[in-house]
């Protein structure tokens, strides 16, 4: 099968699956293309990650476009985003013409009240294996702790954070370099 439309049908499953957005996917793209395939290596990943978070626009569109982008270029960025797109562009448009039906349905709202722990888990499970694959430990742990909460509890721009954990990272490496 062609690389590119494998690629579109790896992401439009993917997408037809994942229920909660683009951080629901991290674990699904990364069992696929990081663990089954071998097309990224975890390094890469979560360096491709940092990036897709940093810039605008939708999450899981931009790690589509950048996976795609480093394995074949503009084609591999378009298709793999295109399959990450389509399924909830279609979802969506079902959504829309049959909502009214089934808005106020009890059996539909409680359906979605127990999908929500499950995202949260599909969100946290792969927090903790990007911890191990970041070397987390307990002397470095903080930084993460620190930067959640300061995204989640104070509104602090994710962006901002970023660059101050890349300039914390430069000087503790200049600190580490001059005192070894």
Do not use: C
Request: glycine share 8%.
């Amino acid at each position: 099968m062609n690389f590119y439309l494998k690629s579109f049908l790896i992401f439009f499953r993917i997408g037809i699956f994942t229920i909660g957005g683009g951080y629901a996917m991290v674990p699904l793209i990364e069992a696929d293309l990081v663990d089954k395939r071998k097309w990224v290596s975890k390094e890469d990943f979560l360096d491709l990650m940092a990036l897709a978070q940093t810039v605008p626009g939708i999450f899981a569109v931009n790690i589509a476009i950048f996976i795609g982008y480093k394995l074949k270029g503009f084609w591999g960025a378009f298709w793999m985003a295109l399959g990450t797109i389509l399924p909830s562009f279609f979802i969506i448009l079902a959504i829309a013409l049959f909502f009214r039906q089934f808005q106020h349905v009890e059996t539909v709202e409680h359906i979605f009240k127990g999908i929500r722990p499950a995202v949260v888990a599909l969100i946290a499970a792969p927090t903790f294996k990007m911890a191990k694959s970041a070397r987390i430990n307990r002397y470095n742990a903080w930084i993460p702790v620190a930067s959640a909460l300061l995204i989640w509890l104070i509104g602090f721009s994710p962006i901002y954070v970023i660059i101050l954990s890349g300039v914390g990272g430069y000087l503790y490496g200049r600190y580490q370099k001059r005192y070894n």
